[in-house]
Every structure is written in structure tokens, then in C-alpha cells.
């Protein structure tokens, strides 16, 4: 690393380039609003009361406080693309900075609701059983990372049925649909 960074500084001298020297193509901004208010809703704290008797007490989600103004965000990720175009030695962003982009958003969120973002950009749907695999966790766990989520606005849940055995499902809101891979 340091070997990287002595080589990289001696070709580009920290001020050499000025931001605006390193061309974004017009439709990344709306891509960067994107991921920012992704990152924005997802990071929004989650509350939570205690609900049940005896040893069933648990957590419950309730609702979200505020989320943090993605506008800052977009500007970290247009921060963060030019620096990765620079060390790659161009000058104008491409799919690739987009792509660090997205990677650095999914891997910001809260690790606990982490893994089950990562399943639905490859799946439709994801189910309690799925996510509580990929948690680590149970399914009672998994249930409460899917409420969070849901309040958060990033998913939608359908109710499963004992009688047919149906398990409680997640997709992406259509909001967020785009996150597919």
C-alpha cells in the first residue's frame, strides 16, 4: 500500500487535479441520488419497544427517526468515483466508479440488515427462513430485520399463513427496485 500510495502521489501531486477535471457523464447524477437516498433511508435509526409477557418480551420496530440529508452523501460519492477514475488514471467517471459506489452504499448499511439486501438484488423475494440463514440469526430475528426494513420503506413483506405453511416474504418497494443486480 504504501509502495501504491508513494507511486500514485508522485504522478498526481495532492491539488494537481481539480474536481472538476474529472468529467461525470450526465446521467450519474440522478445514479448517485439514487444510492445517496438509498444509503440516507437505510441508515435512519430504527425504534423499538419491548412487547410481549413473561419470557416473550421482545423488541418490536416502531418506527424510523430521521434520516440524514442525502445530498451530503451524493457529494461523498462523487468524491469517492473521482478518486477511484483518478487512481485507475482516467478522467471521466465510468461503470466501474459507479459500481465502488454501489458497494460502498450496500456495505454502509447496518450489518444486520445487510446480508438480506444483498440476497434481493439477486432474488424477487427473499423469505424469513432465507434471511434468517443468511443473518445468522432465527427466524424471530429475521422477522424483526424484516419490520425494520419495511419501516424503513426499502422492502415490502407479505404475511405467510400457518395453515399453508407460507413463510413471511420480502421484495424490494418499488422505490428501490432499481437496486437489482
Same mark, same amino acid.
Given at each position: 500500500?504504501?509502495?501504491?500510495?508513494?507511486?500514485?502521489?508522485?504522478?498526481?501531486?495532492?491539488?494537481?487535479?481539480?474536481?472538476?477535471?474529472?468529467?461525470?457523464?450526465?446521467?450519474?447524477?440522478?445514479?448517485?441520488?439514487?444510492?445517496?437516498?438509498?444509503?440516507?433511508?437505510?441508515?435512519?435509526?430504527?425504534?423499538?419497544?419491548?412487547?410481549?409477557?413473561?419470557?416473550?418480551?421482545?423488541?418490536?420496530?416502531?418506527?424510523?427517526?430521521?434520516?440524514?440529508?442525502?445530498?451530503?452523501?451524493?457529494?461523498?460519492?462523487?468524491?469517492? +468515483?473521482?478518486?477511484?477514475?483518478?487512481?485507475?488514471?482516467?478522467?471521466?467517471?465510468?461503470? &466501474?466508479? *459507479?459500481? =465502488?459506489? !454501489?458497494? #460502498?452504499?450496500?456495505?454502509?448499511?447496518?450489518?444486520?440488515?445487510?446480508?438480506?439486501?444483498?440476497?434481493?438484488?439477486?432474488?424477487?423475494?427473499?423469505?424469513?427462513?432465507?434471511? +434468517?440463514?443468511?443473518?445468522?440469526?432465527?427466524?424471530?430475528?429475521?422477522?424483526?430485520?424484516? &419490520?425494520? *426494513?419495511? =419501516?424503513? !420503506?426499502? #422492502?415490502?413483506?407479505?404475511?405467510?399463513?400457518?395453515?399453508?405453511?407460507?413463510?413471511?416474504?420480502?421484495?424490494?418497494?418499488?422505490?428501490?427496485?432499481?437496486?437489482?443486480?
Amino acid at each position: 500500500m504504501q509502495d501504491f500510495l508513494l507511486d500514485f502521489f508522485a504522478k498526481t501531486p495532492i491539488g494537481s487535479v481539480a474536481s472538476e477535471g474529472i468529467r461525470i457523464p450526465n446521467d450519474f447524477y440522478e445514479r448517485f441520488a439514487k444510492w445517496a437516498n438509498f444509503l440516507s433511508k437505510a441508515r435512519a435509526e430504527v425504534k423499538c419497544e419491548k412487547e410481549g409477557e413473561g419470557k416473550s418480551k421482545d423488541w418490536t420496530p416502531i418506527a424510523i427517526g430521521t434520516p440524514e440529508a442525502p445530498h451530503k452523501i451524493v457529494d461523498y460519492f462523487k468524491d469517492l +468515483a473521482r478518486g477511484h477514475s483518478l487512481i485507475e488514471g482516467r478522467t471521466e467517471l465510468n461503470d &466501474s466508479d *459507479l459500481a =465502488l459506489v !454501489g458497494h #460502498v452504499a450496500i456495505s454502509s448499511v447496518p450489518g444486520h440488515l445487510r446480508p438480506i439486501l444483498r440476497k434481493l438484488r439477486e432474488a424477487e423475494e427473499v423469505d424469513v427462513m432465507e434471511s +434468517a440463514v443468511a443473518c445468522a440469526v432465527g427466524r424471530k430475528a429475521a422477522r424483526r430485520y424484516m &419490520s425494520e *426494513l419495511t =419501516l424503513l !420503506g426499502i #422492502v415490502e413483506v407479505t404475511k405467510g399463513s400457518p395453515q399453508t405453511q407460507d413463510r413471511d416474504t420480502a421484495k424490494l418497494s418499488p422505490k428501490f427496485t432499481w437496486l437489482k443486480t
